[in-house]
C-alpha cells in the first residue's frame, strides 16, 4: 500500500541525470486479457521514449512487468529514475487509468486523488453472536478479525419456557455485541480507523452502536445491510457504495466553504495565483482542485516561487528570473505534500470551474 509517507518522499524527488518516469497501468483482468494489458504497456512506454525517457527506465518497467509483477492487483503504478536511484512500483486493488507522464518529478496527480477516493476505514460486520472486523485501505481488505461470543440457540417449542428462553437469547446477545464493540474500539485504536462502517440488520446495528464508546460512536458514517455470512468482496462493494455517497457531498461541502470564505475575505484563496502564493507562504491546509485542471506556469529556480505569469525577477525573492513550466498544477501538488496540506481532486463541482478551478483553505 501507498502511505503518506511514501507520497511525501515522492514529492521531494527531482530527477537530476535523467528524467523520472511515472507509469500508470490498468491491470484489471476482469475486464481485459494480459495480452492487452501489455499491448497498452508497449504504447506507453514508446510514448515515454519519445518524450525522453531514459532507456534504463524503459527496460526496468518493462522487465518487471513481464517477470516480476504478479497480476494479481487491479493497477499498477510504476516510479523510475534508475541513474538517480528512484525505483517505486506499487501494486494496487483497484483501477487505475492507463497513462504515461516523463518529467523531472515525479506524476502525482492520479495518486492523490486515488489516495483520497480509497483512504482507509473499518467495517464492523455484527451479528446478535459477535462481529467480524475489517480493515479496509486502497479497495482491499488489508486485515480482518473476528469476535465471537456465547452461540445463540434458537427455541422451537412455545408457551413459557419460550418466552424465558427469549429474554435469555436477548440478554446473551446483549452480551455478545457488547463484547464486540469493545473488541471493535480497540482494532480501530490499534488500526488508527478514522470512519467506521456498521454493517449487518438494522436491529443488530442499531444495538450495537448504542455500546460503542462516544468517540468511536461519531466515528461511524453509515450503515448498511450485509448478510453476516457475506464475503470480504462483498463487504467492500457494499461499504464502497456508502464511502462513493458520503465523499461526493464532502467534497460539494468543502468546495462550497471555500468558496464562501474566500469572498468573505476568510482563510481562503479562490483561483491560480492567490492559491500559488499562500503555498509559497506556507499557509495552506487544504488544497483543492477541479479534476482534470492543468495551467501553464513558472517557477523561480532559487526559491522554487510558482507564479501563473512571467516575470523578469521573481516577484517573491527578487533574484532570479522564472522558469516556463507545462503543467503549475502538477508543481502546486508537490509543494503542498511536502508541506504536510492535504491535496483534494474534486469531480464534478460547476462551482469550484467557475471559481476558478483551484482554490485553498488555509491555516491562517
Request: hydrophobic content about 40%; proline content about 5%.
Amino acid at each position: 500500500m501507498i502511505g503518506t509517507s511514501d507520497l511525501r518522499q515522492l514529492a521531494t524527488f527531482t530527477g537530476e541525470r535523467a528524467p523520472v518516469l511515472s507509469l500508470y497501468l490498468d491491470t484489471d483482468l476482469s475486464r481485459q486479457l494480459k495480452d492487452q494489458a501489455k499491448l497498452v504497456l508497449r504504447d506507453l512506454l514508446e510514448r515515454a521514449r519519445q518524450a525522453g525517457a531514459s532507456a534504463q527506465d524503459l527496460e526496468r518497467v518493462a522487465r518487471f512487468v513481464d517477470l516480476e509483477y504478479d497480476w494479481q492487483g487491479r493497477g499498477l503504478i510504476i516510479f523510475s529514475c534508475q541513474e538517480d536511484g528512484l525505483w517505486q512500483p506499487f501494486p494496487l486493488p483497484v483501477p487505475v487509468k492507463s497513462q504515461v507522464y516523463v518529467g523531472d518529478r515525479a506524476f502525482l496527480l492520479p495518486l492523490s486523488k486515488l489516495q483520497d477516493q480509497y483512504a482507509p476505514y473499518a467495517v464492523a460486520l455484527v451479528s446478535k453472536e459477535g462481529a467480524r472486523l475489517f480493515l479496509i485501505d486502497m479497495g482491499g481488505v488489508i486485515r480482518e478479525e473476528a469476535t465471537s461470543g456465547n452461540p445463540i440457540k434458537h427455541q422451537k417449542q412455545g408457551g413459557w419456557s419460550a418466552s424465558r428462553f427469549q429474554r435469555h437469547e436477548e440478554t446473551m446477545a446483549a452480551h455478545n455485541l457488547r463484547m464486540a464493540a469493545e473488541a471493535a474500539a480497540r482494532f480501530c485504536e490499534d488500526n488508527a480507523c478514522p470512519r467506521l462502517i456498521l454493517a449487518g440488520t438494522e436491529e443488530n446495528t442499531a444495538r450495537f452502536r448504542d455500546f460503542l464508546p462516544t468517540p468511536l460512536r461519531q466515528a461511524v458514517v453509515g450503515t448498511i445491510p450485509v448478510d453476516p455470512a457475506a464475503g470480504s468482496r462483498e463487504v467492500v462493494e457494499r461499504s464502497r457504495e456508502i464511502l462513493n455517497e458520503l465523499e461526493y457531498e464532502r467534497e460539494q461541502a468543502l468546495v462550497e466553504r471555500t468558496i464562501t470564505l474566500a469572498r468573505s475575505g476568510g482563510a481562503a484563496t479562490l483561483g491560480l495565483a492567490d492559491t500559488l502564493f499562500a503555498l509559497q507562504e506556507n499557509r495552506v491546509l487544504t488544497l483543492l482542485i477541479e479534476e482534470g485542471y492543468t495551467a501553464p506556469g513558472f517557477v523561480c529556480p532559487s526559491c522554487d516561487y510558482l507564479s501563473s505569469d512571467e516575470a523578469e525577477h521573481c516577484l517573491f525573492c527578487g533574484t532570479a528570473q522564472s522558469l516556463p513550466v507545462p503543467n503549475i498544477v502538477e508543481r502546486a501538488v508537490h509543494k503542498a505534500i511536502q508541506q504536510g496540506a492535504r491535496v483534494e481532486i474534486i469531480a464534478g463541482s460547476k462551482a469550484l470551474a467557475n471559481a476558478g478551478h483551484i482554490g485553498a483553505l488555509l491555516r491562517y
